[in-house]
């Protein structure tokens, strides 16, 4: 079934095509972004990327599968008021993950650069593999607990 996940925001539109959900690890990844007609002047650049990064406890870690930036100056701008689309095969890993400690989450972010140095920022999260969800070990009181047979 096709889907569309998208972030709208007043400055722009970011969005990618679901065909399944959760990803498998060599799908194509499809989407566009376009910029609001009445903000297109206000915005100098953008980048576009398909990333990783984790979140938990520890240091925080990220990868960068896909990027692509656009500018609307020079002799290689563009116009970002007409949508922009983008393809990428995603790789094998990581996959998603939700950890008790650690997460690994994937996103495709857009990242609009604007005049006196402003930035926006929009994402659209996505799931990459079918790894389960990590589950809270469970907890024995003391008193249920077979002396001959601890785990048992």
């Given amino acids: 079934m096709r889907a569309v996940s998208t972030n709208q925001s ?4 970011l969005r990618i095509e679901q065909v399944d959900n959760p990803f498998a690890p060599g799908d194509v990844l499809k989407g566009s972004f376009v910029v609001h007609v009445e903000h297109a002047e206000e915005v100098k650049s953008a980048e576009l990327s398909v990333l990783w990064y984790t979140a938990g406890k520890g240091e925080e ?3 960068v599968h896909y990027f692509k930036r656009y500018t609307t100056e020079g002799p290689d701008g563009v116009e970002l ?19 008790l400690i650690v997460k690994v989450c994937w996103c495709a972010r857009l990242r609009l650069f604007m005049s006196r140095g ?3 920022v929009l994402e659209v999260p996505l799931k990459l ?17 077979d002396e ?5």
Avoid: I
Wanted: aromatic share 6%; net charge negative; no cysteine.
């Fill in 129 to 145: 593999g079918e790894v389960a969800p990590a589950r809270p070990p469970k907890l024995v009181p003391a008193d249920e607990v």
């Fill in 81 to 99: 008021a007409r949508r922009r689309e983008f393809r990428t095969l995603l790789p094998e890993q990581p996959l998603s993950y939700d950890g």
């Fill in 118 to 120: 402003r930035q926006q």
């Fill in 148 to 152: 001959e047979d601890p785990l048992g």
């Fill in 61 to 63: 870690d990220f990868g």
């Fill in 10 to 13: 007043p400055l722009a539109d």
